[in-house]
């Protein structure tokens, strides 16, 4: 019954590692996101797609690659860790509105360590 | 400038008190604003949306002031579920989904 569900809940990896991270809604809802929630808690926007085309793309390391293969899914690749990419990861999901932008549903996070 | 801008806090108060946060934003499209709470360790979830002529949900009331570009959130009665983080929202006035989040105003209800 879980709305926007991402795996895995924890991800605990060595710098250089590759590593993904999955998320699906079930809310039917058009659009999909990716936030990043630093140590000082500040969430801010990486990526966002629409009906499975990328619509914002944030300055983001090219080393992170979503990929969207439905509107239900939209996954986070990351390349080569740093230490830097250590953070809490948002997948979030909104529906289509008119006049104005609708509320984010986030999936429960994905708490990334890279040592 | 940050687009949103809120008192990171803490605010610490008794049960049953009346407390009050607010948060300004710098683009003046902004069309949409929402107030989120974040408790530890966990995803934030939508507490209420603004609208332009204010609005209640139960405890909670929202304001919204164009002219000054703030929102409040004011919370009566507090309970100690009450305590987490509450984080503002806002867009810059298109619809295009992106949504700028305040670093947020923490709350603990003390007994």
């Known amino acids: 019954d879980t709305a926007v569900s991402q795996t895995p809940k924890y991800l605990v990896t060595q710098m250089g590692n590759d590593k993904s991270i999955k998320c699906e809604q079930n809310?039917?809802?058009?659009?999909m996101y990716w936030y990043k929630q630093d140590s000082k808690k500040f969430l801010k926007i990486m990526f966002s797609?629409?009906?499975?085309?990328?619509?914002i793309n944030e300055t983001v390391p090219n080393r992170f690659s979503p990929k969207s293969p439905d509107k239900a899914h939209l996954n986070l690749h990351i390349n080569s860790l740093e230490l830097g990419d250590s953070a809490v990861y948002f997948c979030?999901?909104?529906?289509?509105?008119?006049?104005?932008?609708?509320?984010?549903?986030f999936g429960n996070g994905t708490r990334l360590t890279v040592t | 400038r940050k687009e949103v801008e809120q008192d990171p806090g803490p605010f610490n108060v008794p049960e049953g008190a009346t407390v009050a946060f607010n948060c300004t934003y710098s683009?003046?499209?902004?069309?949409?604003f929402f107030w989120y709470r974040q408790d530890c360790r966990k995803e934030p979830k939508l507490l209420m949306s603004?609208?332009?002529s204010g609005n209640e949900d139960g405890r909670f009331t929202a304001q919204l002031n164009r002219a000054s570009q703030y929102i409040s959130l004011l919370i009566r009665d507090s309970k100690l579920s009450d305590s987490a983080t509450y984080l503002c929202?806002?867009?810059?006035?298109?619809?295009?989904?992106?949504?700028?989040f305040g670093r947020g105003t923490q709350l603990t209800v003390w007994p």
């Open positions: 979030a999901s909104s529906r289509k509105s008119v006049g104005g932008n609708s509320p984010l549903h």
């Open positions: 929202v806002t867009d810059r006035g298109s619809t295009l989904g992106r949504l700028y």
């Open positions: 683009n003046s499209a902004s069309q949409s």
């Open positions: 603004v609208y332009s």
């Open positions: 797609y629409n009906n499975k085309e990328l619509i």
């Open positions: 809310l039917g809802h058009d659009t």
